[in-house]
């Protein structure tokens, strides 16, 4: 029996925070699988499906990851996916509370799926996909923190190619 798990996230854009966690979960299950969700309570810059084609590129040379998008709870999109396990990044102790509660509440709509925090590489504790857009729709580099093929569409996207 194979060890399956999900890393959910909106991934608006990716980040080069997003892919540590990814690549560091992939290395601890058989099977990632990276979960764009679709909260209609966050405005996006890119579609679902721009953000499932930047994973899907960035995620290209980790054999055992696949990508995909998903509407509703990330429990059942986990159940569905035959998981055992949701990964989740955390950055800081606000990042903590949050997950915390959220985990809690998993556990209790679905007690054979565990949460697993991983922490954050410290190069990248500061980083969110907002910063990255509000730096970019500024003009300023962020090459440091995505990869090339998500700074060309952010900078597409922001009017700055």
Same mark, same amino acid.
């Given at each position: 029996m194979s060890r399956i798990a999900?890393?959910?996230? +909106?991934?608006? *854009?990716? @980040?080069?925070?997003?892919?540590?966690?990814? !690549?560091?979960?992939? =290395? !601890?299950?058989?099977?990632?699988? &990276?979960?764009?969700? @679709?909260? *209609? =309570?966050? $405005? @996006?810059?890119? +579609? &679902?499906?721009?953000?499932?084609?930047?994973?899907?590129?960035?995620? =290209? *040379?980790?054999?055992? &990851?696949?990508? !995909? +998008?998903?509407?509703?709870?990330?429990? !059942?999109?986990?159940?569905?996916? $035959?998981a055992c396990a949701i990964v989740k990044g955390l950055r800081a102790v606000s990042d903590f509370e949050y997950e915390l509660a959220m985990a809690a509440a998993n556990r209790v709509l679905e007690s054979g799926i565990e949460t697993v925090f991983l922490m954050t590489n410290q190069e990248y504790s500061y980083l969110s996909s907002s910063i990255v857009k509000e730096i970019g729709a500024?003009?300023?580099?962020?090459?440091?923190?995505?990869?090339?093929? &998500?700074?060309?569409r952010l900078r597409a996207r922001l009017g700055f190619s």
């Open positions: 999900v890393c959910p996230g +909106s991934f608006d *854009p990716p @980040t080069m925070g997003h892919l540590d966690i990814i !690549q560091r979960a992939s =290395a !601890q299950y058989d099977r990632l699988v &990276v979960g764009v969700g @679709t909260n *209609p =309570a966050k $405005g @996006t810059l890119f +579609s &679902v499906e721009e953000r499932v084609e930047m994973l899907r590129e960035c995620c =290209a *040379p980790l054999a055992n &990851v696949s990508v !995909q +998008s998903f509407d509703g709870l990330l429990i !059942q999109f986990a159940v569905d996916q $035959g500024m003009g300023g580099n962020v090459s440091s923190w995505v990869p090339a093929s &998500v700074e060309k």
